[in-house]
């Protein structure tokens, strides 16, 4: 059987840094665990501008649709804000995920226990909290028609809609059904159904995708406004949260940080299935480029690290080695090991980039 394959696309800033550390787990994965991955490297954002005048080389857009996973650091920087829209970094990363077709964007919201009195919540609330948001990436009122700023009579009006289709539900709701059935098998769907026909629509769709194929799991609905006051109050009511671009988006970045701090969270987009029955995926951690602190050593790979667990875990079906990877970071968290960005207000010495990455690496060997 041929090598599962990963196009690598470390990006500008601290992308590649952090990548480094994650290339370092790919040939651990191949010296201690036998699984050799077929890697490609490529430019993505400003560094793909500054070589070719684009964000993404049609060659790159190509590969991209060819491999197994995509990972990618992050995009952007200062030098580039001036530039024309169309070729912006960011344009890049839109692009893979336009083509791509990646309408499942999934967002877990993992609190590691070293780390729970980061949280702006009490810490029973957040310590050990293990949930998921699946968010509709490529629908919705962030591209609904018509759309744009009128002028009626004699004021100007602001006009987006919230369009979905059947389908369009349908296939984010097997997503978050199928990701469920890899965890607790809990799904809770939330719209604003009281007051928007689209909510409406995703609520019996997402009912009548469970009742015919998912009846093993859990279902529940929840209004998105409450919603985003029970994952503040109890988060560990939750597994998996379903819901549409706009919710997704707001509950996702509340959710998120409930946990702390921006290097920790990984996350995956996911879209149909290929010929090989795994579905389209790019890998991506939640934050960006960070140029105040690229070239410093200090940024923290973990959530680029935590997004290749997640790669094996939904590209591979490796959830042993995913789950090996996170229990690595929770150990040397849990041994005091700290990059910059968590350390707490009693001060310590924070360690590197490259320090965190061989810890990491240290904490996978002795998991052997
Ligand atoms: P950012 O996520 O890059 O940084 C926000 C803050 O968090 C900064 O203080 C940064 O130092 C810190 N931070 C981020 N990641 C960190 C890590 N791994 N370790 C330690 N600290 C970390 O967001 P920004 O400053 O708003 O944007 C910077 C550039 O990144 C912009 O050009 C923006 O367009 C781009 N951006 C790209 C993506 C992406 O590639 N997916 C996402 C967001 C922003």
């Given at each position: 059987?041929?090598?599962?394959?990963?196009?690598?696309?470390?990006?500008?800033?601290?992308?590649?840094?952090?990548?480094?550390?994650?290339?370092?787990?790919?040939?651990?994965?191949?010296?201690?665990?036998?699984?050799?991955?077929?890697?490609?490297?490529?430019?993505?954002?400003?560094?793909?501008?500054?070589?070719?005048?684009?964000?993404?080389?049609?060659?790159?857009?190509?590969?991209?649709?060819?491999?197994?996973?995509?990972?990618?650091?992050?995009?952007?920087?200062?030098?580039?804000?001036?530039?024309?829209?169309?070729?912006?970094?960011?344009?890049?990363?839109?692009?893979?995920?336009?083509?791509?077709?990646?309408?499942?964007?999934?967002?877990?919201?993992?609190?590691?226990?070293?780390?729970?009195?980061?949280?702006?919540?009490?810490?029973?609330?957040?310590?050990?909290?293990?949930?998921?948001?699946?968010?509709?990436?490529?629908?919705?009122?962030?591209?609904?028609?018509?759309?744009?700023?009128?002028?009626?009579?004699?004021?100007?009006?602001?006009?987006?809609?919230?369009?979905?289709?059947?389908?369009?539900?349908?296939?984010?709701?097997?997503?978050?059904?199928?990701?469920?059935?890899?965890?607790?098998?809990?799904?809770?769907?939330?719209?604003?159904?009281?007051?928007?026909?689209?909510?409406?629509?995703?609520?019996?769709?997402?009912?009548?995708?469970?009742?015919?194929?998912?009846?093993?799991?859990?279902?529940?609905?929840?209004?998105?406004?409450?919603?985003?006051?029970?994952?503040?109050?109890?988060?560990?009511?939750?597994?998996?949260?379903?819901?549409?671009?706009?919710?997704?988006d707001v509950?996702s970045d509340c959710?998120a940080m409930?946990?702390?701090?921006?290097?920790?969270?990984?996350?995956?987009?996911?879209?149909?299935?290929?010929?090989?029955?795994?579905?389209?995926?790019?890998?991506?951690?939640?934050?960006?480029?960070?140029?105040?602190?690229?070239?410093?050593?200090?940024?923290?790979?973990?959530?680029?690290?935590?997004?290749?667990?997640?790669?094996?875990?939904?590209?591979?079906?490796?959830?042993?080695?995913?789950?090996?990877?996170?229990?690595?970071?929770?150990?040397?968290?849990?041994?005091?090991?700290?990059?910059?960005?968590?350390?707490?207000?009693?001060?310590?010495?924070?360690?590197?980039?490259?320090?965190?990455?061989?810890?990491?690496?240290?904490?996978?060997?002795?998991?052997?």
């Open positions: 059987m041929a090598n599962p394959s990963l196009l690598i696309l470390a990006g500008d800033g601290i992308g590649p840094e952090v990548m480094a550390e994650v290339k370092k787990i790919i040939g651990w994965m191949g010296a201690k665990r036998s699984v050799t991955f077929d890697v490609t490297e490529d430019l993505v954002g400003g560094c793909a501008y500054d070589k070719h005048g684009v964000p993404l080389h049609d060659d790159t857009m190509a590969k991209a649709q060819e491999v197994d996973a995509v990972l990618l650091g992050a995009v952007g920087g200062p030098q580039y804000d001036n530039l024309d829209f169309s070729v912006k970094p960011e344009r890049g990363l839109l692009r893979l995920r336009k083509e791509m077709d990646l309408f499942s964007n999934l967002r877990p919201a993992q609190c590691f226990d070293a780390l729970a009195d980061f949280s702006s919540l009490k810490k029973d609330v957040v310590a050990g909290l293990d949930i998921v948001i699946v968010r509709e990436l490529t629908s919705g009122v962030y591209f609904g028609e018509p759309r744009g700023i009128f002028v009626e009579g004699n004021e100007r009006v602001g006009i987006n809609t919230q369009r979905y289709t059947e389908s369009e539900i349908a296939r984010v709701a097997r997503s978050a059904f199928e990701l469920a059935r890899k965890r607790a098998n809990k799904v809770c769907s939330m719209e604003k159904a009281n007051v928007m026909e689209s909510g409406i629509l995703w609520r019996e769709v997402v009912q009548e995708i469970h009742d015919k194929e998912y009846p093993d799991v859990a279902l529940s609905h929840m209004y998105a406004d409450n919603g985003a006051m029970q994952l503040v109050r109890w988060p560990k009511q939750f597994d998996v949260i379903v819901t549409d671009n706009l919710f997704g509950l959710a409930l946990t702390g701090s921006l290097g920790m969270l990984p996350s995956a987009s996911l879209g149909a299935p290929m010929a090989n029955g795994r579905p389209k995926a790019l890998y991506e951690p939640v934050h960006g480029s960070a140029p105040d602190i690229a070239g410093t050593g200090k940024a923290n790979p973990i959530a680029c690290i935590l997004s290749f667990a997640m790669a094996l875990r939904y590209s591979f079906d490796m959830g042993e080695d995913a789950a090996r990877i996170e229990k690595a970071v929770e150990k040397v968290l849990a041994d005091g090991l700290r990059t910059a960005d968590l350390m707490g207000p009693d001060g310590g010495t924070p360690i590197t980039t490259t320090q965190m990455g061989d810890a990491i690496i240290a904490a996978l060997d002795a998991s052997l």
